[in-house]
C-alpha cells in the first residue's frame, strides 16, 4: 500500500526566500508521484507530476520536484518565494497497481511573508 | 473547454437524511475519482471509476455511502442516514486515463449536516 508523509503542516517564508516543502512517500513499486496546489478560494490544479521518465521534474510557476529513489522524497522547491505562492500544497502518490487509488498527503500551507 | 462540474456547491442537511452529490466530469475521461476533504486534513480517496465499473471502492468509509458512474459521464455520491462526521468538502476529479494521468478537480460540494 502508498503512503505519503507531508512534513510540516505549517511553512512561512520571506518573499525571495527559498521555498522546500518535503514530501516523503512509500510505495512497493514504482510510484507516480504529483505535486497539487490549492490557491485561496480556488480548487486544486496540478503543479508538476513524476511518471519515470526523468528524476527532475519542472512543473508550472517556477516549481520543481526532484525524485529521490534512495531517500524516497519528492520535495517541492521554488528558487525565490512570491506573495503569489501563498496556497495549500498537497503531494501524492498512485500506483499501477494494487489499486487505482490516489493517496494524499495531508498538505502544507506556505506563508509568504512580505 | 468546460471544466469539472459539481453540484449543489452547498448542501446543508439534517441528520439521518439521504443526500446525493453530482460530479460532471470532463468530456472524454474514462478515470473519475471522488474524494472527501474534511477541516484541516487532506484529501481522502472514497472511490475510483474507469468507464462506469468501479474497480477501486475501498475509501468508501461505510455502507451508508454509494457511488454509480453512467454513460461513462456523470456520477453520483449518495449518502444514506447522514451523520455529523459527514460533514466535508466532497472533491470531484476527472482524468484521460489510470493512475499516472493529471486529475482535473471540480470546485467540490460543502456538505454540511446539523
Known amino acids: 500500500a502508498q503512503s505519503v508523509t507531508q512534513l510540516g503542516s505549517h511553512v512561512s517564508v520571506s518573499e525571495g526566500a527559498l521555498v522546500l516543502l518535503r514530501c516523503n512517500y512509500s510505495s512497493s513499486v514504482p510510484p507516480y508521484l504529483f505535486w497539487y496546489v490549492q490557491y485561496p478560494n480556488q480548487g486544486l490544479q496540478l503543479l508538476l507530476k513524476y511518471t519515470s521518465a526523468a528524476t527532475l521534474v519542472k512543473g508550472i510557476n517556477g516549481f520543481e520536484a526532484e525524485f529521490k529513489k534512495s531517500e524516497t522524497s519528492f520535495h517541492l522547491t521554488k528558487p525565490s518565494a512570491h506573495m503569489s505562492d501563498a496556497a495549500e500544497y498537497f503531494c501524492a502518490v498512485s500506483t499501477n497497481t494494487g489499486g487505482f487509488k490516489t493517496i494524499f498527503g495531508a498538505g502544507t500551507r506556505l506563508f509568504v511573508k512580505a | 473547454g468546460a471544466g469539472v462540474s459539481q453540484s449543489p456547491s452547498n448542501k446543508v442537511t439534517e441528520k439521518g437524511k439521504d443526500v446525493e452529490l453530482r460530479c460532471d466530469p470532463i468530456?472524454?475521461?474514462?478515470?473519475l475519482y471522488w474524494y472527501r476533504q474534511s477541516l484541516g486534513q487532506g484529501l481522502e480517496f472514497l472511490i475510483y471509476f474507469q468507464g462506469n465499473s468501479a474497480p477501486d471502492k475501498s475509501g468508501l468509509p461505510s455502507d451508508r455511502f454509494s457511488a454509480e458512474r453512467t454513460g461513462g459521464s456523470v456520477s453520483t455520491l449518495t449518502i444514506q442516514r447522514t451523520q455529523q462526521e459527514d460533514s466535508a468538502v466532497y472533491l470531484c476529479a476527472s482524468s484521460s486515463s489510470g493512475p499516472g494521468s493529471e486529475q482535473y478537480f471540480g470546485p467540490g460540494t460543502r456538505l454540511t449536516v446539523t
Open positions: 468530456s472524454g475521461h474514462t478515470a
